[in-house]
């Protein structure tokens, strides 16, 4: 399933019920890809794949996109490596 801004627009309820059924059909073996801007969703899928200029970083966990960018959130790590590269 690939799926563009899922919750995009939604209440919290819904989008928090949205989520837990991706999380159903995953666990039941389905594939999914999430595309979004949102950090705070991204940090909820067990993977993701970072672009930034044509260029992917990953597959990585969220802890691990976190520990390489040296922030404390998905956010801080992805500004401090946009940071980087613009330097």
């Known amino acids: 399933m690939l799926l563009d801004e899922p919750t995009a627009g939604l209440d919290v309820v819904t989008r928090n019920q949205i989520w837990h059924w991706l999380g ?3 666990a039941l073996g389905h594939g999914i890809v999430v595309a979004t801007h949102d ?9 993701i794949l970072h672009y ?8 990585l966990s969220p802890a691990a996109l976190i520990a390489l960018g040296g922030g404390g ?14 330097a």
Request: glycine share 6%; proline share 6%.
């Open 52 to 59: 930034r200029d044509g260029i992917a970083l990953g597959p």
């Open 24 to 26: 159903e059909l995953a």
């Open 39 to 47: 950090l705070a969703e991204a940090e909820r899928c067990p993977a």
């Open 73 to 86: 959130s998905l956010e801080a790590a992805v500004t401090a490596l946009a940071l980087r590269d613009a």
